[in-house]
Nanobody, 122 residues
C-alpha cells in the first residue's frame, strides 16, 4: 500500500512558476514509476508527466513539454513537478500517481493522491 500526498499548489499569475511535491509512504518508493495528471473543470483527467523508478526516464505531454520538469528524490520518497511559464490553460487539479509500469496510461497507475489545485490567472 502506498499513500500519496500532494502539496505546493496555489494561485499564480500567467508566466509564473510553481513546484508541486508528492510525498509517498512506504519503503519501496523507488520500485514505483510516478506520474502527474491533471483535471481541468469540465474536462477529463489527462496525463502531464511520468518518471521511471530510478529517474532515468521521463515523459511529458506535448502541452507542457519544455515548461514542466518532473523529478524524484528516492531518499525522500518524493516526486516533484516544476512548472514554469504557467498559462491559464494549466489551471487544474494536479494529482500524482504511483504504479508498477512507467507509462502515460492513467489506468495503469494503482495509487493516487487527493490532488492539489493550481490556478493560473491571466
Amino acid at each position: 500500500q502506498v499513500q500519496l500526498v500532494e502539496s505546493g499548489g496555489g494561485l499564480v499569475q500567467a508566466g509564473g512558476s510553481l513546484r508541486l511535491s508528492c510525498a509517498a509512504s512506504g519503503r519501496t518508493f523507488s520500485s514505483y514509476a510516478m506520474g502527474w495528471f491533471r483535471q481541468a473543470p469540465g474536462k477529463e483527467r489527462e496525463f502531464v508527466a511520468a518518471i521511471s523508478g530510478q529517474g532515468g526516464s521521463t515523459a511529458y505531454a506535448d502541452p507542457v513539454k519544455g515548461r514542466f520538469t518532473i523529478s524524484r528524490d528516492n531518499a525522500k520518497n518524493t516526486v516533484y513537478l516544476q512548472m514554469n511559464s504557467l498559462k491559464p490553460d494549466d489551471t487544474a487539479i494536479y494529482s500524482c500517481a504511483a504504479g508498477g509500469v512507467y507509462t502515460r496510461v492513467e489506468s495503469l497507475y494503482r495509487y493516487w493522491g487527493q490532488g492539489t489545485q493550481v490556478t493560473v490567472s491571466s
